[in-house]
């Protein structure tokens, strides 16, 4: 499974992680990972059904986010992977870059809307407001 390999190549004590499967994993998978994964910065979750190219992608990054934020506030970066990514430059290096340009949001295109900026922002807060409740 690409997944394992991937996380085995880029875990990090300092780092958190949050690796979501889809609702119908099987219980055995689902338990093997979490057997193969314990450290306590990993987060082995298969709460939603995703659907490629639903809303429930999005929903399960948000998620994502709101688990990272309660296992450690203290992250400055996220970054989205699924479990075909793998990483062509080394982790030390990516670790690099994101030291050097602390503070920057790399995902907001430039033609991004203010309004747009503005209703993603509200909906973030308003989530978190919430405690991440549907």
């Known amino acids: 499974m690409e997944s394992i390999h991937l996380l085995h190549e880029i ?7 949050y690796v979501h499967l889809n609702a119908n994993t099987s219980p055995g998978l689902l338990a093997g990972l979490r057997r193969a994964f314990p450290q306590p910065n990993i987060r082995i979750a298969n709460e939603v059904q995703g659907c490629w190219g639903c809303n429930s992608l999005v ?3 948000f998620l994502g986010l709101h688990t990272l934020l309660r296992m450690s506030p203290h992250w400055t970066h996220a970054t989205l992977l699924s479990a075909t990514s793998f990483p062509i430059r080394s982790v030390a290096h990516y670790r690099q870059h994101l030291f050097e340009h602390q503070g920057k949001v790399f995902m907001y295109p430039s033609k991004l809307k203010d309004t747009v900026l503005k209703r993603v ?14």
């Open 59 to 61: 929903y399960i990054m």
């Open 11 to 17: 875990w990090h004590p300092h780092d958190v992680f």
């Open 121 to 134: 922002t509200l909906n973030w807060e308003t989530w978190l407001r919430n405690d991440g409740d549907q």
